[in-house]
C-alpha cells in the first residue's frame, strides 16, 4: 500500500529549519480545480517532476483514494506512524467537492495538536463551512472566484514574477518557507519558479 502522505523538498526544508515533520497530500492538478482560472497556464503542477509518469499515476492514486470512505482513516493511520506536527493539504491540486473538504475539517478536529494548512481558489466552498483553529486555508488569486477574497480580511496569497516584484508591492515571501503559510500576516507573495512564461495574473 502506497503512502498517501509524502516529502518534497521545500516541506523537507521547512522541517529541518523549523524542527518539525511537515508531510503533505497532493491530488492531479486541474482535474481537482474546480475554480481555476488564469492560474492554469502558470501550474507548477503541470511541469518539471509534475510531468513524470510515476508522479502522474502516484497523484491520481491519492485522488482516487480520496475519494473513498476509508480516506479518513488511512490518513490518521499515517498521522500516527509518522507523527506529523504538520499536514500540507493539496501540494497539488484543491478542495474539489464538499466531501474531500470536510474529510479534512474532520481530520482536523480530531487532531487538534496537529496543525494543517493550504492554499486554495475554492473559496465559495470554504467559506461555507466553519473552519477548525488548526486548519488554516490561505487564499490563492489567479481563480475565478477571487473576487470572493476580502485583502482586508482573509489570509491570501499572490503570485509574483521575480524578487523585485515582491518586495515592490511590500509581500512576505512564502516561497522557500512552507510555514509562512500559516502566518497571522494577510498577504503573502510566492515567487514564481516554472518555465512557462511568465504572465501576471
Known amino acids: 500500500m502506497k503512502n498517501l502522505l509524502t516529502q518534497n523538498s521545500k516541506l523537507k526544508h521547512t522541517?529541518?529549519?523549523?524542527?518539525?515533520?511537515?508531510?503533505?497530500?497532493?491530488?492531479?492538478?486541474?482535474?481537482?480545480?474546480?475554480?481555476?482560472?488564469?492560474?492554469?497556464?502558470?501550474?507548477?503542477?503541470?511541469?518539471?517532476?509534475?510531468?513524470?509518469?510515476?508522479?502522474?499515476?502516484k497523484l491520481r492514486?491519492?485522488?482516487?483514494?480520496?475519494?473513498?470512505?476509508?480516506f479518513v482513516n488511512r490518513i490518521q493511520y499515517e498521522l500516527n506512524r509518522?507523527?506529523?506536527?504538520?499536514?500540507?493539504?493539496?501540494t497539488s491540486g484543491d478542495f474539489y467537492g464538499t466531501e474531500y473538504l470536510e474529510k479534512w475539517i474532520t481530520l482536523a478536529e480530531c487532531n487538534p495538536n496537529?496543525?494543517?494548512?493550504?492554499?486554495?481558489?475554492?473559496?465559495?466552498?470554504?467559506?461555507?463551512?466553519?473552519?477548525?483553529d488548526n486548519m488554516v486555508l490561505r487564499y490563492s488569486?489567479?481563480?475565478i472566484e477571487d473576487h470572493?477574497?476580502?485583502?482586508?480580511?482573509?489570509?491570501?496569497?499572490?503570485?509574483?514574477k521575480d524578487l523585485k516584484e515582491l518586495k515592490n508591492k511590500g509581500l512576505i515571501n512564502g516561497s522557500?518557507?512552507?510555514?509562512?503559510?500559516?502566518?497571522?500576516?494577510?498577504?503573502?507573495?510566492?515567487i514564481y519558479h516554472g518555465v512557462k512564461t511568465y504572465k501576471p495574473l
Not at 61 to 70: A, I, M, R, V
Not at 114 to 132: E, Q
Not at 148 to 160: G, M, Q, T, Y
Open 148 to 160: 470572493l477574497i476580502n485583502p482586508c480580511k482573509d489570509r491570501h496569497a499572490i503570485i509574483c
Open 176 to 190: 522557500k518557507d512552507d510555514l509562512q503559510c500559516i502566518k497571522p500576516e494577510l498577504a503573502l507573495g510566492l
Open 114 to 132: 496537529i496543525m494543517f494548512y493550504g492554499y486554495t481558489k475554492s473559496i465559495s466552498l470554504c467559506k461555507a463551512y466553519i473552519i477548525p
Open 61 to 70: 492514486y491519492n485522488y482516487n483514494e480520496s475519494l473513498k470512505k476509508s
Open 141 to 143: 488569486y489567479g481563480g
Open 82 to 90: 509518522l507523527r506529523c506536527t504538520h499536514v500540507r493539504m493539496n
Open 15 to 57: 522541517s529541518e529549519y523549523h524542527r518539525c515533520r511537515i508531510y503533505g497530500f497532493g491530488l492531479t492538478p486541474i482535474l481537482t480545480c474546480p475554480c481555476a482560472g488564469d492560474c492554469k497556464h502558470l501550474c507548477y503542477a503541470m511541469q518539471f517532476r509534475f510531468t513524470f509518469k510515476k508522479t502522474k499515476s
